[in-house]
């Protein structure tokens, strides 16, 4: 027994990371630790969360599948296979507490297994081990593995993509089934959110480094590489084609808008003509990259020397990824519309060609003060605003009264937590800062953080005033729509559609009130309610920075104009 001990916690095996079983054990319950701690202790949170939440929710109490909808709307933004993954385990478990962090987890998980086989394969294990590493300790990753979003499980797919691409594209006479298994989860990460096929630039890298920088023995076979795309239409198809069955057979206007709205509006129109999210061209080199992806975007002043000899060196292990990334990072770039979020994919391949240079860039000096003095920022920004609050320093007080929120411990442990970092690493490797705290950030974040956010995050408080000014079995009726409201309301619930205009909404709330007793209307401050008087309204509370305000029978104004005849109201009760 105690040699078996022995074996499990030599610190000499972390350090080396060159014991292929030593490391898949070590990193299964590192990754695991880390992205699923606090799972369970926190409710879906906006601005995506609680919609995907409430589709898996509705999929499961209905029976209803295949067409996503959130209170009994369609919802035609995205295709189902994400919210299909939430609503299994909503279906398994029976809790979606659970259920909703889930895909994103195990899927961020498989992805740092991939860029481990990966390193393993073209490099050493002791490569894979730090690539693995690297990436759970890139914020960027981990931050969307702890959260319900699209990207971390696209994401996966495209690393799928990337991974059978490589070992194909990397082997002497090629490897058709893992091109193959590439190809066809291109075609999953289609159906999951439109990108998914972004592996597939990697053949343009190849081909030109096949001409320019060709070896004795190239991969032959041309009718296979076609074959491939074959692939990747078998699996859009799995969904594309029932889609279009059951909307040709449903004779439902509502589901022809749906089809159109997912094949045209958001992807080709999004992507090149989109509605919101409107950043300039260097958005990602700027706001995104050097902070979401730390510590790896400080290491790039380090790490161009050694991509550089690599390129020189025709060693297409570097080459290609280094090349795909960069297409990725151009080609949502060059979209007007941008989201942290969308460059995602493109981290776990960085994380992968950083590796096999780590040794040499982390022992570099001006890097390691660098990455030590941003923890040591970090230690005594948060003391001194920890120490401020808690001694009730007047702007923060009236901060913490605004928010009604009390976060003073929490930062202060956070600034104590880096500035322990910053003191043990002090006189040693001084990178070893950032692998002191960034776990314990986590730890943190995952724990106290969720039970401080939480109550702000969520519309509980709001609905627990409504709940107090209306009869148990009332009705519900919202303008302006939020889904977490929705997702959290006692009540039977009705709206009156997601995109219609709000002078609409208000328009058809007013009608959908005035046909029965014991209906109410929730809706926020500012919004355009002509066919109410806000000055007879209850105010119920803020959620998600916004004053929501109860509008009674007696707030409603003697008559209002027909609302148009494709204003829709939509009912959900979840008893």
Known sequence: ???????????????????????????????????????????????????????????????????????????????????????????????????????????????????????????????????????????????????????????????????????????????????????????????????????????????????????????????????????????????????????????????????????????????????????????YFVSVIPVFWLPICLMLPWLFKHWKQAICMADRRITLPLAWIMLVLIFFSISPAKRGVYVLPALPMLALITAPYLEQVLSKKGLNWLIWSIIAVIGVVFVTVGLAGLFDFGALVELATKFHVQPWGLILTVGVLASFATLISFKKAKFISWIIFIPGLWILYSTWGYALRDPLKTPKSVLANVAQKIPADAELGIVGLREQFILFSPFKTTHFGYHTPENFQSMKAWQWQANRKNRYILSYKKADLSCFNPNLAIEVGRAHRRDWLLFTEESRLPSCSQAPEDVYAFSYDKK
Not at 206 to 229: A, C, H, M, N, T
């Open 1 to 283: 027994m105690s040699v078996n001990i022995a074996y499990w916690f030599d610190l000499n095996r972390f350090k080396s990371g060159n014991d292929h079983q030593f490391n898949l054990v070590w990193l299964f319950i590192f990754a695991v630790t880390l992205i699923f701690i606090g799972l369970g202790l926190r409710e879906p949170w906006p601005a995506d969360e609680p919609r995907f939440a409430q589709i898996a929710k509705e999929m499961v109490e209905t029976g209803q599948w295949f067409f996503p909808m959130r209170g009994g709307e369609l919802y035609p933004d995205k295709p189902p296979v994400f919210m299909w993954s939430i609503a299994f385990f909503y279906w398994l478990l029976g809790s979606m507490k659970i259920a909703f962090l889930l895909p994103s987890g195990i899927c961020s998980i498989i992805t740092t297994f991939l860029i481990y086989d990966l390193g393993r394969r073209f490099w050493s294990p002791q490569v894979g081990w730090r690539a693995a590493i690297l990436l759970l300790l890139t914020i960027q990753f981990t931050l969307q593995a702890k959260t319900a979003q699209i990207d971390a499980m696209l994401c996966c797919w495209t690393t799928i993509g990337c991974y059978g691409l490589l070992r194909h594209l990397l082997s002497d006479k090629g490897n058709w089934s893992w091109y193959f298994i590439a190809c066809f989860f291109m075609g999953i990460g289609v159906i999951t959110k439109g990108v998914g096929f972004l592996p597939i630039l990697m053949l343009i890298p190849y081909v030109f480094v096949r001409k320019l920088q060709p070896k004795d023995q190239e991969i032959q076979g041309s009718w296979r590489w076609l074959v491939g795309i074959v692939f990747l239409l078998v699996a859009i198809m799995l969904w594309f084609i029932p889609m279009l069955v059951l909307v040709e057979y449903s004779n439902n206007p509502l589901f022809e808008q749906y089809r159109d709205n997912i094949l045209f509006k958001q992807t080709i129109t999004r992507y090149a003509n989109p509605w919101h999210h409107f950043k300039p061209f260097w958005y």
